[in-house]
């Protein structure tokens, strides 16, 4: 009878060493997805924004103008962003797991003062020219 209940914690404590390992391998492949996830969809978001800022640069003429792009307000699911444009390019960069992207928008900075700071908490970025300055808010 002891033997019988001594099999059986030993075949319970088995099932629950199973059950803490089939959790951790989930949760490593489920951290491991949302990090690539996470990663080309700041891609995408950069390249969208990048590629209508070079648009905007590229339109002749001395008037101002200005766009108006709708992007996502979380990536990966459930995480922020923000971009900031500067001389150095546009950069991306997820506010919780911290990943970074970037594009150097041709060197848009050698002709035009770039500048300007977005959270993609209002699901929109709006992008103004006006002179030789390009600003996104």
Same mark, same amino acid.
């Given at each position: *009878?002891?033997?019988?209940?001594?099999?059986y914690?030993?075949l319970? *404590?088995?099932? +629950?060493?199973?059950?803490?390992?089939s959790?951790? +391998?989930f949760?490593?492949?489920? !951290?491991?997805?949302?990090?690539? !996830?996470? @990663?080309?969809?700041?891609?995408?978001? #950069?390249?969208y +924004?990048? !590629?209508?800022?070079? =648009? /905007?640069?590229e339109?002749?003429?001395?008037e101002?103008?200005?766009?108006? /792009?709708w992007?996502p =307000?979380?990536?990966?699911?459930?995480?922020g962003?923000?971009?900031?444009l500067?001389?150095?390019? /546009?950069?991306?960069?997820?506010?919780?797991?911290?990943?970074? =992207?970037?594009?150097? /928008?041709? @060197?848009? %900075?050698?002709?035009? #003062?770039l500048?300007? =700071? +977005?959270? %993609?908490? %209002?699901g929109?970025?709006?992008?103004?020219k006006?002179?030789?300055q390009?600003i996104?808010?």
């Amino acid at each position: *009878m002891a033997s019988m209940i001594f099999e059986y914690a030993l075949l319970f *404590m088995f099932g +629950v060493i199973i059950f803490i390992s089939s959790v951790a +391998v989930f949760r490593s492949y489920e !951290s491991y997805f949302t990090s690539v !996830s996470v @990663n080309d969809q700041l891609e995408e978001v #950069n390249e969208y +924004v990048g !590629s209508n800022i070079i =648009k /905007l640069a590229e339109m002749t003429g001395g008037e101002d103008s200005s766009l108006v /792009l709708w992007v996502p =307000k979380k990536i990966g699911g459930s995480e922020g962003y923000t971009m900031e444009l500067s001389s150095s390019g /546009l950069n991306s960069t997820s506010l919780l797991t911290r990943v970074s =992207k970037h594009s150097e /928008l041709f @060197n848009l %900075s050698r002709t035009l #003062n770039l500048s300007g =700071k +977005v959270i %993609s908490g %209002s699901g929109n970025v709006i992008i103004y020219k006006t002179g030789n300055q390009i600003i996104i808010s």
